[in-house]
C-alpha cells in the first residue's frame, strides 16, 4: 500500500515481516520439485520458491521480483549450481500501478528464463534471457556439462531455442510444431537432445552447423501406433526411455524403437520417469511408482530378452497421481510430487530391502492442503494454527516443530473455523451445522452439534469462556463449556462476514 512505501521511504517502518516457512506446494510445474543438495529439496510454493532440508527441517526461500506472476518450469543442473526458471511476467504498467485495482492478467508481461546460483550461501540470479519470438517458455533443461540450454516456446510453433546461456546468445533455433512436454539434453553429448509429447512425439535433434535436425525414434509397427508420451529420460548413455498415458514404456536405442514393454499396472498412466545408475524409476497414476533395472543389474534372469526387468511397485497408501519424480544425486533418496500438492520422500537406497506392500513414502509436514484454504485461525498459548480448505480437510498445524499435528477430513466443504486461545477447542461451521471438537495429541474428536445453519463466521472470545457465530444476519453467543446460548444479536439486514471480540471480551463489533 501506498502509506507503507511513503512511512519506508521517510524511515518510519521499524518492522519488516520475513518467511520462515510454508506448508503447501505448487503444481502443474514442469519438474517442480529437485533436489539441490543430497539433504535438501526445492519446490515452488505460489510465485516463489522454497529450498526444505528435510533433515533438519529447515527451509529457506527465493523470493521472486514483483515483476514475475508465475513460474511455468524449472530444471537444475548436473552439478546442482545452477537453477533454471521459466517465468511468466507482469504487466509492467499494472505493476508500476501497485496490487490495487482490477486483477492482474498473469502472463501479460511476456515471459523470461532465469538461471540463479543455488549453490551460494544467498542464491542470486546469474542470467536472464528472452526471445522475440518466445511468449512463454514451457521446457527448459540444462546439457550435462552445464554450459548451454535448451527451451521450448509457446503454441502453436513450439520454438526450439538452443542457448550459451552464460553468453546470453543463441546458437541455434528451431520450430517443432508439436506440443512438447519434455526436451532433454543426452547426458554424453550435448549437441544431442531429444523431446517428447502427445501425438507420438518422439524424436532425437542434433546441431550441425548452427542447425538443428530432427527425426522420429518410431519407425516400423512402433510409428503405426498412436502414443501420448508423458515423459521420457536418457537411461545408460544413449537409451532413451519414453512413458506414455496408456502405461506404456517405449525404449529407444541408437536412434531407433527397441521395445515396449508394458507394467504390471496395466493402463494405468505413467507420468513421471527418471534415470539412476541401475535402470529407471517411473511413477504414475494412483501413486504407483515402479523400478526397472538392467538385466545385468542385481539378479535379472539370464533368459531375459528385455533390456531391462521389473524389480519393484511400490503404492502410496492415499493413492493419488504422483505427477512429478526427482532423484538426489547420490540416489539415497527420491522426491516426488502428487496430484495433491503433497510433497513426499522415498528412501531409494534402501530399494532392495523396502517392502511392496508397505507405504514407503514420508511426506513434508505430515501432508499439505490440495485445494485453496478457506479459513485460518491461530491459538494464543500453544504453536497452533487451524486450517480449512475446500479439499473438505481440517489440519492443525504445530509452526514450532513444523508439523501437522492432526487432520480431520469431511463429505462437505468447511464454511468456517475458530481455535480456541488455549487450544482446548475447535470450532468447524458446515452448512448444517456448528460442530466443536476437542483437540486430542493426533486427533480432533467431536464433542457437540449445535443447529446452526451455515454458519460462515465463528470467532471465540480471548478468555475461550464464549463464542460467537454468524448466522445469516444474526449472531449468537454461546458459553464454551456447555455450548448454552446466551444470546442472540440482531441488527444486520445481510450476511454477517467478520467478528471481532474486544480485549475486555465484554463488546463485540460485527461487520456485513
Known sequence: PLHIMEAAATGEVTATLNLTYCYGAKGGIRDNILYTSESQIIYPVGRHLAIYNFESKDMKFILQPENVDAIQAMTISTSRKYLALSELLADPAAVAAGTSGAPLVVGAGGSQVSVINVAAESPKRVKVLTHPDCKQFTCVCF????????????????LMVYWSWMQGKVAASVRVGSQVRRVS?????????ATSGPASLLKV??????????????TGKAAATLYSFTDHAWVAGERLVATTESGEIVVAEEGEHRCTMRPRTVGAALLAVAPYSSGFVVAGSEGHMSVYEKNEARDAKVEDKEIFHHFKTFKAAEGHD????????????????????QVGLFAMGNVAILKEDADNFSYVGQGFHSASITGMDVCVRKPLVATCGSDRVVRLWNYLERTCEATKAFQEDPASLALHPFGFFLLVG???????????????????????????????????????AAHMSNVAVYATNTCDKLGVLVSHTALVRSLSWAADDLRLATAG
Open 322 to 341: 504422483i505427477v512429478a519424480i526427482s532423484l538426489s544425486a547420490g540416489e539415497d533418496h527420491l522426491a516426488a510430487l502428487f496430484s495433491t500438492s
Open 185 to 193: 539434453f543426452s547426458p554424453n553429448d550435448s549437441l544431442q537432445l
Open 430 to 468: 458446515f452448512s448444517d451445522k456448528l460442530r466443536l471438537f476437542n483437540v486430542l495429541i493426533d486427533d480432533l474428536r467431536l464433542a457437540n452439534e449445535l443447529g446452526l445453519k451455515g454458519c460462515k463466521e465463528v470467532r471465540f472470545s480471548h478468555g475461550g469462556h464464549m463464542f460467537a
Open 143 to 158: 546439457s550435462g556439462d552445464g554450459k548451454y540450454l535448451v527451451t521450448i516456446g509457446s503454441p502453436p510453433d513450439y
Open 205 to 218: 535433434w542434433r546441431l550441425q552447423e548452427n542447425q538443428v535436425k530432427g527425426f522420429s525414434l518410431l
